[in-house]
Each structure stands twice: as C-alpha cells, then as structure tokens.
C-alpha cells in the first residue's frame, strides 16, 4: 500500500479526536461561521462524490501510483470508506453498507495474516473499526460486534509491540491507547490486563520522545536527523492525543513546545513551505486540519487561519477528478497527488 495513505488516515482520525462545539471564522466565500463537524464534513462528502463516481480506488502520482487501484490492506479499505461517515450519520442506507462491509472485510483481512505482520496502520484500522461501530449505530449485530472486539483485543499486544520507527510508533501508540481505552470502557478488559498494556504503550511512544525530539521541541528522524514539517506535526498531534488520553503532562507539554515551533515557520496566509524539510515535499487538508487543532488546544487565537488556507478548492486541484482530496508540493504549478 502506499505511503499516501496515511496522509488520509491523519485527516480521519483527528475527527475522532475532537470536538466540534467551537466555531471557525468564515472565508470570504462563507457567510457564516461554522463548526468543525460542518468544515470536516465538506471534506469527508467532497471526497465521498469522487469514490461514488469512480470506486473505493485511488492514486498517488508522488509515491509511485500513478493509476487507481483498489485498496487491499485493512488500512486502505477503511480509509476509503470512512469518507462516508457524515453521510451515514445522516441515514444514507448506501453510506451504512460502505461503512459496514469496509469494517468487515478489514477485519477480514487481518485475521489472514500472523498477528506479528502488523504496524501502525493496523492500529489505526483497529480503532478505526471500534470508533466507527460507536458513531455510526447498528452497523453490524451484536454477536458479530463482539467477535471483532474479541479479535482486536487478540491481536493486541502483539500489535503494540511491532516493530514501528518514529512517527509511525507514536501513531501506534496512541491509536492502540484509544482503541484500549474504549474496550476497557466496554468492560472487557480487565483492570490488570489494561494496566500491563498501558505500559507497553507508554515504552513505545516514550522511546520516539526521547530518541527524535530534541531540547528545543523539534522532530527529526533518519540518517542523518531531518527535519519535516509533516512528520513534526503528526508527531505533535500523537504526543497531544496521548497526554489528553492519559493525563501525561511530559506529552502534553512537548506538543505545545512543537506547536510553537511550527507556527514559527508558519506563513502570514497559514501556508507552511513544505521544501523546508525533508520529504514529502507536498502537504495536505489535513496537515492544515492538524495545525489549526494545535493551535486552538493551546490558546492560539489565529488557529482558523490554518482552516481557511486549506479550504474550498486548495486541495480538490485535479482538473480531471475535481472531487478527489490530494495533496500538493507547495512548488508553483505542481501536479495534483
């Protein structure tokens, strides 16, 4: 599967993480404020037109897919389908069935494979599962609910334990935090049981803080260490994500030092260069979705800034496919990815 996933995986699951109860000033194409539910759901059901219109497929010219295939990982299935979410809240029976056979044949999917083959983006795909199951009601029957819990929770710890490198291993963690926590919360996992998981939790996102975030809150990774503008604000997104789940303020805090940090590179219009750093050299939606979260958890009262950069038609560029979300090197006149 390709790398682009997980630049749609990013902008799904900060809407899990949210709320959408504060406003956004308006665009000058807007006449109104609106929520963040409403902002994300011009996303989700732009992107949901192009999947009607063309198939749960898609592309990536920038990482080597340069015609649509169909996903076949359970990250991709469910990355696709998720886009239908906003549509299935408001009781599209069609938006429903994709939701539901998207979780199915993910979950399908793993269980084809040793529990040992699995990285961050089945952690992802896992929380996926259970958030949709809880957003989206009466997806499936309460038996076949109960099998796939079950089978997560199998697959668990071998999971928390893969072998993930840097941003993708505080992604990890906290997808595996919030997937933990809400079995727990559905009691069935035991006290002991999420105490041990917790800390193989906390092992793994605490080895990215203490090996790719250096003194002054920037991120770096590779050989050498590198800067990137993308992987820094996943990784800050990752660190706020667990300190808000746990109460640990060490996460908690370094994000904000990286928040700073971004914003410092952050252009007057909300743009970031994405040359600045290592590769990609093209950011998306939700890199700016990202941004604008960051900056409104920690006070900065021109988080909408962000929002309103990456509105309207910024990263629906592909003449051909106008409703397919992509992203885009900030270069003058590049191809839509």
């Given amino acids: 599967m390709s790398k682009f996933t997980i630049k749609i995986i990013i902008f799904t699951i900060m809407a899990i993480f949210v709320s959408g109860s504060f406003f956004i000033i308006p665009a000058k194409a807007q006449a109104a404020p609106q929520t963040l539910e409403s902002y994300l759901e011009y996303f989700y059901n732009r992107y949901a037109k192009h999947l009607d219109e063309h198939g749960l497929i898609f592309k990536a010219p920038g990482y080597g897919v340069d015609d649509f295939i169909a996903a076949d990982t359970a ?109 727990y919360h559905k009691n069935l996992v035991s006290h002991e049981r999420k105490f041990e998981l917790d800390k193989l939790i906390y092992k793994k996102i605490k080895t990215v803080l203490d090996k790719d975030v250096d003194q002054s809150g920037w991120y770096k990774e590779g050989t050498p260490m590198r800067f990137n503008p993308h992987y820094h604000l996943i990784t800050a997104f990752a660190f706020l994500s667990y300190g808000e789940i746990t109460g640990d303020v060490e996460f908690y805090m370094t994000a904000k030092k990286m928040t700073q940090n971004l914003r410092a590179i952050t252009f007057d219009n909300g743009m970031i260069e994405a040359r600045i750093g290592a590769r990609p050299v093209g950011l998306g939606a939700q890199f700016y979705l990202g941004a604008a979260l960051l900056s409104k958890k920690f006070g900065f009262k021109d988080f909408a800034t962000y929002l309103n950069y990456a509105y309207g038609d910024r990263f629906f560029s592909d003449p051909e496919y106008p409703n397919r979300l992509e992203y885009h090197s900030t270069l003058a006149n590049s191809a839509p990815n």
Avoid: C
């Fill in 75 to 183: 990250r991709g299935i469910l990355s696709l389908a998720a886009y239908y979410k906003y549509r299935a809240l408001n009781g599209e029976d069609a938006a429903r069935v994709k939701i539901k056979e998207a979780i199915l044949a993910a979950n399908n999917e793993m269980n084809s494979r040793n529990y040992n083959t699995q990285s961050f983006s089945d952690a992802w795909a896992q929380m996926a599962m259970v958030s949709l199951l809880d957003q989206v009601p009466f997806l499936l029957s309460a038996d076949e609910q109960h099998q796939i819990y079950s089978q997560i929770l199998d697959r668990m710890e071998a999971g928390i334990i893969a072998p993930d490198t840097s941003n993708r291993a505080a992604l990890s963690a906290v997808y595996w935090q919030h997937t933990l926590n809400m079995l």
